[in-house]
């Protein structure tokens, strides 16, 4: 087995973990450090921390949550259909409309049973 084969890939990793790494590196070597009682502190949206930062959350959180990556993931499937959409023709239409149809009477349920309300 020639190992000249792998070189392609090994480059790929060395480079994606540099500009991984190297800004990070870079930052902390050159950033300012000037802490102060201030900026240590915790920091919740301007208010001190009042709880445990370990409670529970509720389950609507992770409901919204979850409906907004599955909504905004079915928005990235439009993109490359819009752009051959001359090439896959009408059938492509018609599948991507079977899939639109089925995606918001999805949102309509949920409209309907109260998932996108908040309390």
């Known amino acids: 087995m020639d190992l000249q084969q792998y070189l392609p890939v090994i480059l790929f990793i060395l480079v994606g973990v540099g500009v991984g790494v190297a800004?990070?590196?870079?930052?902390?070597?050159?950033?300012?450090?000037r802490p102060d009682a201030q900026k240590?502190?915790?920091y919740e949206c301007g208010f001190e921390a009042f709880e445990d930062a370990r409670m529970k959350f509720d389950v609507r959180y992770y409901l919204v949550a979850i409906l907004f990556?599955?909504?905004?993931?079915?928005?990235a499937?439009?993109?490359?259909?819009?752009?051959?959409?001359?090439?896959?023709?009408?059938?492509?239409f018609v599948a991507m409309?079977?899939?639109?149809?089925?995606?918001?009477?999805?949102?309509?349920?949920?409209?309907?049973?109260?998932?996108?309300?908040?309390?």
């Open 23 to 33: 800004p990070q590196i870079l930052g902390f070597v050159l950033g300012p450090n």
């Open 77 to 92: 499937f439009l993109f490359p259909w819009a752009v051959s959409l001359r090439e896959i023709g009408v059938s492509g």
């Open 97 to 119: 409309m079977v899939f639109l149809t089925i995606l918001v009477v999805g949102f309509i349920y949920e409209w309907k049973k109260g998932a996108l309300d908040w309390e």
């Open 69 to 75: 990556i599955l909504f905004d993931l079915e928005i």
């Open 40 to 42: 240590n502190s915790p």
